[in-house]
């Protein structure tokens, strides 16, 4: 079994920056790809961006090119999330999601097999 928590939501105003963390634990996690999903109220929980275990391969929603960058520490199975030049329609729970591999679906919730408890992310404008 696998345990996700994620940390580091909060409030900001729209143009600031926020960043994220996903700690896993629980069993070794080689090859092991992680994701960011959001969820906004009324809303299915959407794909943000996905990093492969050893970091060479990474994908992102369009809606978020060029302001969030994600990262990872395989010493400390942690992924982190920079997000910059937030907007209003960025507020959502922040999800973790975990998975074996990367190829395939990665931007499908139903293909990540364990996860965080979720984190708030408030954007004002």
């Known amino acids: 079994q696998v345990q996700v928590v994620e940390s580091g939501g909060g409030l900001v105003q729209a143009g600031g920056s926020l960043r994220l963390s996903c700690a896993a634990s629980?069993?070794?996690?080689?090859?092991?790809?992680m994701a960011w999903f959001r969820q906004a109220p009324g809303k299915e929980r959407e794909f943000v961006l996905v990093?492969?275990?050893?970091?060479?391969?990474?994908a992102y929603a369009d809606s978020v090119k060029g302001r969030f960058t994600i990262s990872r520490d395989n010493a400390k199975n942690t992924m982190y999330l920079q997000m910059n030049k937030l907007k209003p329609e960025d507020t959502a729970v922040y999800y973790c999601?975990?998975?074996?591999?990367?190829?395939?679906?990665?931007?499908?919730?139903?293909?990540?097999?364990?996860w965080g408890q979720g984190t708030q992310v408030t954007v004002s404008s």
């Open positions: 999601g975990v998975r074996r591999g990367y190829s395939g679906r990665y931007y499908s919730p139903a293909e990540y097999e364990y």
């Open positions: 629980g069993r070794t996690l080689s090859d092991y790809a």
């Open positions: 990093i492969s275990w050893g970091g060479g391969n990474t």
